[in-house]
């Protein structure tokens, strides 16, 4: 104890005696502790509020009856019976039986407006498709008198309800509407303008961790409006005269096909050429929305062309029924039905807001963030610690000598180290408090969870501190443990051994290179491979690098340092040797800036790799246009050619997504999804004309050998990835079974793989995705067999094009609606709904340049997200060279006294102060560059492994523009690092140099 408390005396004397040091370093811990709170918070925030989230989730309900299971997006109805047997229970006092469905909304543009966004350019007010994911709100068919929460403004639906809609507080702020305004809820049936008449108050998480609307009320007593079954309707009785063509008012025509129309039910003789895409599902069928736009069911029908059913059960209970009593003696009769039904209390609610999406993302940022605080607090305090080691060498080795023992040096710099952690730790706590109080008053919008220091947000902070400050002490004390007695005789040298730095490389390099060797040379399966890169090549490349970095300071110095000093006019001399003679300061502030800056590198060099295979190439045409969900005949497909601003070689397609049949039904190793789009097109007109409608790269294969076998046979392309991920190649077979008819298979053999680049998001917004929300590929056929083999029917719904350049896009898709309206009031057979009126057809055009713009602003978004953290830790760490500069300044006081007597003037001090400092930064840069470009190349590498962001051959492309940015601030960093130290150095009068160079010795 009493060894302990003299340890203890000796640290607060060093940190009295250099407070400067401990409060620079302080500061940064402080930022870095501060960092992972603002991070933190979000979670504890959410962890808080579980409970009054699960109310609100609830509103003025009790339960929630739900299906159980399903095809995934698929929507289970659920019978009227077990509504009726709810209903007539003594305990419960309202049954709301609600739909809901994916549709796309948007605030009706005023004129000359247009939609904006990554998504607004693709999708704006055109219907949902299933490859997009189902970002807006969700459309409610609700038969309840009273709504479900309470309410903002305006007033509920009205008993009829015609054209009207209560939007969700979320929702409403999004679309950025208010009672009064207008709004287009648009599916493949029909686009109709609905007034906002209220806006309603609405949980702010679901269970599937989607966004929903503002802060809600707590739950209420319930209500006395009685819902139910009977409030349904189940079909239209007609449209009113008044309403506008395009906007549900059917044009009298009856379904294609002759005789009466088809069940709501396809049969198996429904008539195959009646058949359409699937209605687009994900919307949450069996989840109740929280972002929700609520309609009559009339109003639901008009828009989705049929009448919805049931599939969530909203059940309000009388006062004095216990609700988990109901809940027990429901569950197990629900359980017995087919499809099985759920019924959920708050108990469940909780616990799903708990596993939630955006909990396990907040969590995973939670974790990120103290990793990378972590790694800073290591390097910061173990710059701070060298520094004191080499200075001090001489007091350890008297200490050694008079007192203490090898253990009690090295205890002094476990403590020192300690107490800078402490320091950081309930100093950041407090910044973190203070700077998340004045942002949640300032800016709301930055927190829309809440922010709050909880208990997960100090055990991340302490622990990234605590783990940060105990691994940055364990080379300074092996280092002061080694000092000898004898060492306090001569003079301290703080020369290191030339061999070490360069045995260190070589190790390093060997590190280094088991990353690429183990992605892309050695032969293994998917999973041994993800595991060796995450357990033993990533960690082997970190470690791989912090050992080059020593010969990279020594290298740099030798090499870049005579640039830099005739860069700022100086002897290129007096650089000589300024971060090699104390290279464990200069390696820890080196190591420091660096855990930020190759994070940034890499996070840019793999974002962009990886985004371009997803761009579209030059091989597709200018657009694609589909003509949803009825398609045109003959006579009106020879229109599409006559609209101005088209070119007239169009190339029409007979287009269907059909699952694919495996042997044994066996995905192979690579392919995550168990179908392909099947394209049929004029092979030779298509690909070997004088003038190919498609400039396709052949991977396999030629244009003339594929284009002829393509049209006299059953023979096929398949796209690069797609070979790449499945081994599906030349002279292989592939089977698919048709939607319109599985009982049946067909086969294609394939004559040539090409390479098709961008087409995973030219699929995914077009519509062409009919069935399914992912697919693996795409597979080029015959027209006409295509069409025969799939039973497409006569109708071409699908049209690739070019544009003449004389019209814009919006006045071509314009001219093509209309044509498209011709058909309107059709019907055509969905799966899983039935017969489906399509009062307003669409024309989708989905234009190359859109895509482009689209999916380009979204990876700017997505990576530069990924880029802030690692760019925050980079001006955290920039406190380090702060202190790195101050102590090189003031070991070499005496040597700068020296060159101010003999005639250096005061300029070239302050510019020898910067021109180190800037050394350390573009040695900064250079250890940077090379794990972020290392880095960046393993991953895009290994994404043919994971599965997930596959999208072709790997492409490697170095952001240079993007990278500039990191380099420019980790150098504007260093030179800002210098200017206190410079100035200082360059105020100082020789005399007081001279006499503080002295006291130095």
Known sequence: MASFKLVCKLVVAQM?????????????????????????????????????????????????????????????????????????????????????????????????EEHSGPLGLLIGSKPPVNGAPPLGPTLVATPALEGPYEMVAGEWLTDAGEHQAVLSQGAAKSLEVEVGDRIVVTTFANQVRLEVVGIIEQAPQSLGGRRGGGGGSGRGSGGNARGGADAQRASREGQPADTPRGEGRPSGRGPRGAGPPQSSEPGPAADAASRGPSIPGGSGGSTLATNAVYVRFATAELINGFASKPAILQIALRDGFDVEAFHRAWDERLSTLRPSLKAIDFEDVREGLATSGSVSQKLTQAYSATGLAALAAVFIIFSTLSMGVTERSREFAMLRAIALSRGQVGMIIAVESLALAIIGWLGGLLAGWVILSIAAQSKPDLFPDGAKLGWTCVGLTGASVVVGALGAAIVPAWQAMRIRPLDALSPSTTEQSPKWPWVCLAIGLVMISMAPISVFFVAMDDASRTWLWAVVSYPCLLVGMALVTPAAIIASEKYLGPLVARLLCIDPLLLRGHLSTNLWRTLGTTLALASGLALYVSAQTWGYS???????????????????????????????????????????????????????????????????????????????????????????????????????????????????????????????????????????????????????????????????????????????????????????????????????????????????????????????????????????????????????????????????????????????????????VRARTWELAVLRSIGTTRGELVRLVIAESLLIGLVVCLVSLSFGLIAGWCGVGMSRYSGAFFGGPPTFLIPWSHLSLGFALALGACLLAAVWPAVTIGRAKPLALLQAGRTAM
């Not at 006092?93 to 004129?111: H, M, P, T, Y």
């Open 16 to 112: 009295v005696l250099h407070p400067a040091r401990v409060i620079l370093t302080s500061l940064a811990v402080i930022a870095s502790a501060a960092a992972v709170a603002w991070v933190v918070s979000g979670y504890d925030a959410l962890v808080s509020q579980f409970d009054e989230n699960a109310n609100k989730y609830l509103g003025r309900y009790d339960l929630l009856v739900t299906p159980q299971g399903g095809p995934p997006g698929a929507t289970t109805s659920i019978e009227p019976a077990v509504i009726e047997q709810l209903q007539q229970d003594p305990a419960v006092l309202e049954v709301n039986a609600i739909a809901q469905s994916r549709a796309s909304v948007s605030a009706a543009l005023k004129e000359g």
């Open 610 to 888: 990886m985004l371009q295979p997803f761009l579209p190439g030059e091989w597709m045409p200018d657009a694609i246009v589909g003509f949803q969900p009825i398609g045109l005949d003959e006579s009106q497909a020879a229109e599409v050619a006559k609209i101005d601003g088209v070119q007239g070689d169009l190339l029409p397609l007979a287009l269907e997504q059909s699952k694919i049949a495996w042997p044994d039904d066996q995905l192979p190793r690579g392919m995550g999804k168990d179908n392909a789009i099947v394209i049929g097109l004029d092979a030779p007109r298509a690909l070997a004309s004088s003038d190919p409608f498609l400039d396709l790269k052949f991977v396999a294969g030629s244009p003339a050998e594929a284009a002829e076998a393509i049209a006299s046979s059953n023979s096929c392309l398949v796209s690069e990835d797609y070979e790449m991920a499945t081994g599906i190649g030349v002279g292989d077979l592939l089977t698919f079974t048709p939607p319109n008819a599985p009982q049946s298979k067909v086969e294609y053999q394939v004559v040539g793989v090409v390479s098709l680049p961008g087409w995973q998001w030219f699929t995914k917004f077009s519509g062409v995705r009919r069935h399914f929300v992912r697919t693996g590929g795409i597979v080029l056929a015959d027209h006409d067999r295509v069409r025969s083999d799939f039973a497409l029917g006569e109708r071409t719904e699908f049209f690739w094009l070019h544009f003449d350049g004389s019209k814009p896009v919006a006045e071509i898709e314009q001219a093509m609606q209309s044509l498209a309206e011709q058909d309107s009031g059709e019907s055509f057979v969905a799966d899983g709904v039935g017969q489906v009126t399509a009062y307003r057809p669409f024309a989708r055009l989905t234009d190359t340049a859109s895509i482009r713009t689209s999916i380009s602003r979204r990876a700017d978004g997505v990576i530069w997200s990924m880029s802030q953290l690692p760019l925050v830790t980079l001006l955290i760490t920039s406190l380090a060279v702060v202190n790195t500069i101050i102590a090189s």
